[in-house]
């Protein structure tokens, strides 16, 4: 076989460290962007925060000027990123600072006690272990005992249910203390008795309907407690399904009865371990914040989450005396002039969307969810040059405030139906209509999905059954037969 050299053309995409580390940047939260960039203040030198008591106007209500609309300042897109800002041998440091406000740490009236931590001030939420150990220590017992009741706090799940049987517990831990299975199944009874009198009420029991008789039993003796106690024990089920004719048979009340014994058992938890040893609260900050400037709703971006990061000038500068190319610095110096660029190239960024959504939306910022409009990820990428990918990016984590709530920047993208009148409607609006009519329905007679889907045709919109079921599972809402109420 001979051997030979052969010229081939072909073209690749090469992603550059720069771009790569853009492209990351923009995926994040403003959370874990600010988290971000305390790893490279620890590990870069060259970079640093902004002089918080630089002479700078504060931003105040009377002040704030409104942002620079995207026509005035244009911005390369993401995948076509031309970096007009200083060149990286530049001898002036880069500088990233959108926020102009004066900041609230490095100096003031600071503790001076080395031994205060503030972290004590924290508020620590006790989780459901710590809470029924802390009763526990309250009642005088043997440690035998003690043991007992600190055995079953420790075998319970998140909801605070007892899931092992009391019997399999005793069979496990017979042999460990060297006791009749017989005789420490007593015990275990015992101590499970003292744990289900703890707070809360329904905490300790092997199942649901043991918890809600705990929780009832909890309350103040009453004809209605009674009736709930007997409802939730013997005829759950027809309460579900809101067979109300059956109730009255079974139970010989009238509907005044059954209706608060009904509101009664709603009022119980499921769940008694809820609001215990949860999940970690996951804090949101808005990314952009809109307001109304004469007639008009702007978007502007949220100085209070803009981070002030700036290269270091001295080091800066002695790295220029020195002109040592090898100098493990000068990597530093580049790294840190790349993450100030692309800082500000990612505001820049969720700024020019933000603005391309908020020009779109303005009735849903004037007149609610049912004045959305139907849009798609295509329609902004296409308006600004961007790849849809870069805009899935942009709207994911980033949230944007406005007299109305707080809402990811997803929410306002959604797809639509065609109207009697040639329009489209969005499926949020479709929704927020939907959840209008069953809070408008007849208790005693809820809206059927069919119902409700002639309700929606009679206004224009032309939904099937199944979407209007869909629409109303998306909201949370039960069907009509377990709406219905006496």
Same mark, same amino acid.
């Given at each position: 076989?001979?051997?030979?050299?052969?010229? /081939?053309?072909?073209?690749?995409?090469?992603?550059?460290?720069?771009?790569?580390?853009?492209?990351?940047?923009?995926?994040?939260?403003?959370?874990?962007?600010?988290?971000?960039?305390?790893?490279?203040?620890?590990?870069?030198?060259?970079?640093?925060?902004?002089?918080?008591?630089?002479?700078?106007?504060?931003?105040?209500?009377?002040?704030?000027?409104?942002?620079?609309?995207?026509?005035?300042?244009?911005?390369?897109?993401?995948?076509?990123?031309?970096?007009?800002? /200083?060149?990286?041998?530049? &001898?002036?440091?880069?500088?990233?600072?959108?926020?102009?406000?004066?900041?609230?740490?490095?100096?003031?009236?600071?503790?001076? &006690?080395?031994?205060?931590?503030?972290?004590? $001030?924290?508020?620590?939420?006790?989780?459901? $272990?710590?809470?029924?150990?802390?009763?526990?220590?309250?009642?005088?017992?043997? @440690?035998?005992?003690?043991?007992?009741?600190? +055995?079953? !706090?420790?075998?319970?799940?998140?909801?605070?249910?007892?899931?092992?049987?009391?019997?399999? +517990?005793?069979?496990?831990? *017979?042999?460990?203390? %060297?006791?009749?299975? &017989?005789?420490?199944?007593?015990?275990?009874?015992?101590?499970?008795?003292?744990?289900?009198?703890?707070?809360? %009420?329904?905490?300790?029991?092997?199942?649901?309907?043991?918890?809600?008789?705990? =929780?009832? =039993?909890? =309350?103040?003796?009453?004809?209605?407690?009674?009736?709930?106690?007997?409802?939730?024990? =013997?005829?759950?089920?027809?309460?579900?399904?809101?067979?109300?004719?059956?109730?009255?048979?079974?139970?010989?009340?009238?509907?005044?009865?059954? /209706?608060?014994?009904?509101?009664?058992?709603?009022?119980?938890?499921?769940?008694?371990?809820?609001?215990?040893?949860?999940?970690?609260?996951?804090?949101?900050?808005?990314? !952009?914040?809109?307001?109304?400037?004469?007639?008009?709703?702007?978007?502007?971006?949220?100085? %209070?989450?803009?981070?002030?990061?700036?290269?270091?000038?001295?080091? %800066?500068? +002695?790295?220029?005396?020195? $002109?040592? *190319?090898?100098?493990?610095?000068?990597?530093?110096? #580049?790294?840190?002039?790349?993450?100030?660029?692309? !800082?500000? #190239?990612?505001?820049?960024? !969720?700024?020019?969307?933000?603005?391309?959504?908020?020009?779109? #939306?303005?009735?849903?910022?004037?007149?609610?969810?049912?004045?959305?409009?139907?849009?798609?990820?295509?329609?902004?990428?296409?308006?600004?040059?961007?790849?849809?990918?870069?805009?899935?990016?942009?709207?994911?984590?980033?949230?944007?405030?406005?007299?109305?709530?707080?809402?990811?920047?997803?929410?306002?993208?959604?797809?639509?139906?065609?109207?009697?009148?040639?329009?489209?409607?969005? @499926?949020?609006?479709?929704?927020?209509?939907?959840?209008?009519?069953?809070?408008?329905?007849?208790?005693?007679?809820?809206?059927?999905?069919?119902?409700?889907?002639?309700?929606?045709?009679?206004?224009?919109?032309?939904?099937?059954?199944?979407?209007? @079921?869909?629409?109303?599972?998306?909201?949370?809402?039960?069907?009509?037969?377990?709406?219905?109420?006496?």
């Amino acid at each position: 076989m001979k051997q030979s050299l052969q010229l /081939k053309l072909s073209q690749q995409l090469t992603l550059t460290p720069q771009l790569q580390q853009s492209i990351r940047l923009l995926q994040l939260s403003t959370v874990e962007l600010q988290q971000e960039i305390e790893q490279f203040l620890l590990q870069n030198p060259m970079l640093e925060r902004a002089d918080e008591y630089e002479t700078k106007r504060p931003a105040t209500s009377s002040n704030i000027e409104p942002p620079h609309s995207q026509h005035d300042q244009p911005t390369e897109p993401l995948e076509h990123s031309n970096d007009h800002h /200083k060149d990286e041998h530049t &001898d002036t440091p880069l500088e990233f600072d959108y926020s102009g406000e004066w900041g609230n740490g490095g100096g003031g009236n600071r503790d001076e &006690d080395e031994d205060f931590d503030p972290h004590g $001030r924290l508020y620590h939420e006790p989780t459901l $272990r710590e809470h029924l150990l802390s009763q526990l220590a309250e009642h005088v017992l043997s @440690a035998r005992d003690r043991a007992i009741v600190t +055995l079953l !706090i420790e075998a319970l799940n998140e909801q605070g249910y007892l899931e092992d049987g009391l019997d399999s +517990l005793a069979a496990e831990l *017979s042999g460990e203390l %060297a006791t009749e299975a &017989d005789e420490l199944l007593g015990e275990l009874q015992v101590g499970l008795s003292l744990l289900q009198q703890f707070e809360p %009420a329904g905490v300790g029991a092997r199942n649901l309907h043991e918890s809600m008789r705990l =929780q009832l =039993q909890a =309350q103040p003796p009453s004809s209605i407690r009674n009736l709930a106690l007997e409802i939730s024990q =013997q005829h759950l089920n027809l309460l579900a399904n809101r067979d109300f004719s059956r109730l009255r048979k079974l139970t010989g009340q009238d509907d005044n009865a059954l /209706k608060a014994a009904q509101q009664l058992i709603a009022s119980l938890n499921p769940y008694p371990a809820a609001g215990f040893g949860g999940e970690e609260t996951r804090y949101v900050a808005a990314d !952009i914040v809109v307001q109304k400037h004469g007639a008009t709703w702007v978007a502007r971006l949220n100085s %209070a989450a803009m981070p002030r990061l700036r290269v270091n000038s001295l080091y %800066a500068n +002695l790295l220029k005396q020195q $002109r040592e *190319s090898g100098n493990a610095l000068n990597g530093q110096l #580049q790294e840190a002039r790349w993450l100030v660029r692309n !800082i500000r #190239q990612r505001f820049d960024t !969720i700024l020019r969307v933000a603005e391309a959504i908020v020009i779109r #939306q303005q009735a849903f910022f004037e007149y609610g969810e049912e004045a959305m409009l139907p849009l798609v990820l295509r329609e902004i990428a296409e308006e600004l040059g961007l790849h849809e990918s870069t805009i899935s990016r942009v709207t994911s984590q980033k949230f944007l405030l406005c007299p109305r709530g707080l809402f990811e920047l997803k929410y306002f993208f959604g797809s639509g139906l065609e109207t009697d009148s040639g329009e489209s409607c969005s @499926a949020t609006a479709i929704k927020a209509r939907l959840k209008k009519l069953i809070q408008a329905e007849d208790p005693k007679k809820p809206l059927s999905d069919n119902t409700l889907a002639e309700l929606l045709s009679r206004e224009g919109i032309q939904v099937a059954r199944r979407t209007v @079921a869909k629409y109303r599972e998306a909201l949370h809402l039960p069907p009509a037969n377990q709406r219905k109420a006496l």
